[in-house]
């Protein structure tokens, strides 16, 4: 029999704690995760029955939401029954039909955590979290401020508990009103245990207490947890852990108490007449459950469905003609709809997708910051460091931001002299939006003509390599060509183009930028791989491991925001005088590629006249990216759902909006496989993270989004909060995900079934995303073009229930007047 001491394992639950606590980094390093990535190891929808039973989350539409899509033919009815027939049996389809479209079912949120504290409202009608969160919140933003606080934290250098002992014993005043608490922390001898002995009481209840103290505030509470176990995601590092947190909060609720009703009060387990059922032991998923499973289903097949109809007829075939100019853009989805553009304004142009680190991971200085920012996917810890030297432009100061406005008598004269100057600008940015130093400007990253240090000359800064050798250039130049299957018929002119976003007033602006840079612009990143590609000892080594790159051929960086379509190119220096002309006739192709591109994201602008002659209207999206008054500088990752991996000919005649992640591929330079395993270890995570925060912050956007941005307060420069006193709010604002379609993300692969199969077991974590259905996988085998569907652990032969697809042949004005997402088309 289990003796009462073990009851409560200090260790254990705080590892459950973090384990189901948001993850979510800083606002610097904003990289899209799996929201609920603590039920992963279970089926989507069992996972999704847990959460919402255990935490109370919202994880579908509504049911009112889904029969709405049906009436609007956003939900097919031939897909709809043959989901339900899938899932039910013919027999019950009538049966399951009338319960998905007429029957009433009271939805009641129910959740576990929260259960145990709410005695202390009812029994002791007191709000411990209404008197402890604020000050906590406050105590917790100055010591975790990253620069935005005038005054600094009175103790430097020591960790968050100690931090706050040393203050209790040198200032005048305690942070306690009663002295038990501030006794209990100085003497630094209790535990956690004998803090919930007071508190609490009943050894059973521990676990519930902690769960339900944490998720009153997930948002402070999982920041720390991230910041304790990667320290990097501060840039001016603090110490603090889950356990200091929670030993702090515990010692404030009891001089709470104390402070209200002396020592003498009863421990909330006294009061308590039935113990709340355990955390973690769920029902059975009930009918009304069952249906909306249905739905969710019958949603997401409506669309996949025609995608498949459209990538299916035939085997793809390739154009072997003569290619003008090839360029390498991010996975991203928004570089898919310019790449688009791209190759119809020049049809003999080609365009390649893969990670927009290009393979090249680094750390990057530039030149007079003393911090160091990863670049390159989260999840990676580089060797290497890029510094940027000789900085021609140098940053823009605004004297309306000085510090000096916050001191009493230089603050009075600044706003008696600056401050109407800074009304007037105000009021003209109304009308005519302009680039300021407020302004997130991604081309503001790196100077284009500051130098880098790109080769290794031996140096070591803090552990680092500065640069790489010529073989290690070698082999993330090889290994990212291979991976995209260009390693032949190679164009003159090779650009390499990496993505950023410009924005003001966006707290979120990190979300914007390119995810596989840790939430920074590509430029970098385009800038080595191409110095890289060009260095002729590079090329030498190339050769010897048998990809031939012919001396004629030139590597140019470049970088697209995707705010306002803009590109600036970089070292155009190394073009010979023929190349320079190639040059400008190819910028001529993406301006104009560009301007379109704008011309179909400004069908969602209700500011932008989307039927307005080209230059004009793209001049109208400049305008409105860097607008004070704009909380959506741009749609980032909405409406992503799929993510294709294999040769572009297999969409080439294809629309499907701007919707897919496109990761170039070729099957036949990797029969068994090596390069696709990469390529879905790193794209099943990234892009299957990116499409999970999206779908629940659009399906919960109050407890697993962010609500709306327009009261956010920036806490520290590191998170967002509702006011000054509010939790933090992880997940993504509504103004992200207001048009975002919830269903998962489908891969679909070029290549054969058997390799894929092979592929994805040969690693675990990875395989968890496919077996489990939190994203979903075909193939499409490439010699007789059948679509094969993954399930339950095997490829089966999919057939699509769309006969025909809608053939459109100027797509440019079909666009104009479609404010919603645009069905899968076929164009000329």
């Not at 510094?387 to 021609?392: I, N, V």
């Not at 510090?403 to 007037?424: D, N, V």
């Not at 269903?743 to 077996?771: C, G, S």
Request: net charge negative; hydrophobic share 40%.
């Amino acid at each position: 029999m289990e003796s009462i001491k073990d009851l409560f394992d200090e260790h254990d639950v705080l590892h459950k704690l973090k384990h189901y606590l948001p993850a979510q980094a800083s606002l610097k390093d904003f990289v899209h995760h799996n929201t609920l990535h603590a039920f992963q190891h279970l089926k989507f929808h069992e996972a999704l029955h847990q959460a919402s039973q255990i935490f109370g989350y919202k994880t579908y539409l509504s049911l009112a939401e889904f029969r709405a899509l049906f009436q609007e033919g956003k939900i097919r009815e031939d897909v709809l029954d043959n989901v339900i027939q899938e899932k039910k049996g013919e027999s019950e389809l009538s049966v399951w039909k009338e319960r998905l479209l007429q029957h009433n079912y009271s939805a009641t949120a129910t959740s576990r955590v929260g259960r145990l504290r709410v005695f202390w409202k009812e029994k002791y009608k007191i709000n411990l979290d209404k008197i402890v969160h604020p000050f906590l919140f406050k105590l917790l933003s100055a010591y975790l401020d990253q620069g935005i606080s005038i005054w600094a934290f009175p103790v430097d250098n020591k960790d968050f508990l100690n931090s706050i002992r040393e203050m209790e014993q040198n200032e005048l005043i305690s942070i306690f009103k009663t002295s038990r608490p501030r006794k209990l922390l100085m003497e630094g001898q209790c535990s956690l245990k004998s803090l919930l002995k007071i508190l609490v009481g009943d050894e059973e209840l521990f676990e519930q207490y902690l769960f339900d103290q944490q998720f009153s505030h997930p948002g402070w509470a999982g920041m720390v947890s991230v910041i304790e176990h990667q320290p990097e995601t501060l840039l001016d590092r603090r110490t603090i852990t889950l356990h200091d947190l929670i030993y702090l909060e515990l010692l404030l609720e009891i001089d709470a108490l104390d402070h209200k009703f002396g020592q003498e009060w009863e421990p909330i387990g006294s009061k308590v007449a039935a113990f709340p059922d355990p955390l973690f032991q769920v029902g059975a998923i009930n009918e009304l459950e069952e249906v909306l499973i249905l739905w969710q289903e019958a949603f997401e097949w409506s669309y996949y469905d025609d995608v498949l109809k459209g990538v299916s007829p035939s085997p793809a075939s390739e154009n072997d003609q003569k290619k003008s100019f090839q360029a390498l853009f991010c996975i991203d989805d928004r570089e898919y709809s310019l790449r688009r553009y791209i190759e119809s304004v020049d049809n003999q142009s080609d365009t390649f997708g893969t990670p927009g680190f290009f393979g090249v991971e680094f750390f990057f200085q530039p030149e007079h910051s003393k911090f160091y920012t990863k670049a390159c996917p989260a999840p990676v810890t580089p060797k290497y460091l890029i510094r940027e030297e000789a900085r021609r432009n140098s940053r823009q100061k605004d004297p309306h931001y000085t510090k000096r406005s916050h001191l009493p008598f230089q603050g009075w004269l600044i706003t008696q002299t600056l401050g109407f100057w800074s009304a007037l600008k105000l009021f003209l940015n109304i009308f005519k939006p302009s680039i300021s130093p407020a302004t997130s400007y991604s081309f503001q990253h790196m100077d284009k003509h500051s130098r880098l240090s790109i080769e290794n000359e031996g140096e070591q800064v803090d552990g680092m390599q500065v640069g790489f050798t010529v073989e290690e250039m070698a082999e993330r130049v090889g290994n990212t060509l291979r991976s995209i299957g260009l390693v032949k018929d190679f164009a003159p002119l090779i650009y390499v183009v990496g993505h950023g976003a410009s924005s003001v007033n966006n707290t979120h602006y990190a979300g914007y930028d390119c995810g596989a840079c840790c939430g920074r612009p590509g430029a970098v990143n385009a800038r080595v791989f191409s110095y890289m590609a060009n260095l002729t000892a590079v090329r030498e080594q190339l050769r010897k491991d048998g990809l031939d790159i012919p001396e004629d051929v030139v590597f140019v960086g470049a970088m697209h925001d995707t705010t306002r379509d803009e590109i600036e190119f970089y070292d155009e220096e190394v073009l010979t005088s023929s190349q320079e002309v190639s040059h400008q006739h190819n910028q001529v192709v993406f301006e104009k590629a560009l301007a379109l591109n704008a011309k179909e994201r400004s069908r969602r602008f209700d500011t932008v006249n989307t039927q307005k002659q080209l230059a004009k209207l793209h001049k109208d999206v400049k305008r409105r990216s860097v607008s004070l008054f704009e909380p959506r500088p741009e749609l980032n990752h909405a409406t992503n759902s799929l993510c294709i991996v294999g040769r572009g000919s297999l969409t080439k005649n294809v629309f499907l909006d701007r919707r897919p992640f496109m990761n170039s591929y070729d099957y036949r330079i990797d029969p068994e496989g090596k390069y696709l395993l990469t390529i879905l270890n790193a794209a099943a995570p990234v892009c299957g993270g990116i499409n999970l925060e999206y779908y629940f912050s659009r399906v919960d956007n109050e407890k697993l989004g962010a609500g709306t941005k327009l009261p956010h307060n920036v806490i520290g420069l590191f998170a967002v909060a509702n006011g000054v006193d509010g939790d933090l709010r992880p997940g993504l604002p509504s103004q992200m995900i207001e048009v975002h379609d919830p269903i998962r993300l489908m891969f679909v692969v070029e290549h054969y079934p058997d390799v894929v199969l092979k592929t994805i077991q040969a690693n675990p974590a990875t395989y968890e995303w496919f077996i489990n259905e939190w994203v979903y996988l075909v193939v499409k085998d490439p010699e007789t073009g059948q679509i094969y569907k993954f399930f339950n652990g095997e490829f089966k032969v999919y057939q699509t229930l769309r006969s025909t697809l809608q053939k459109v042949s100027d797509v440019n004005t079909y666009i104009e007047n479609y404010l919603d997402n645009i069905p899968v088309l076929i164009t000329d």
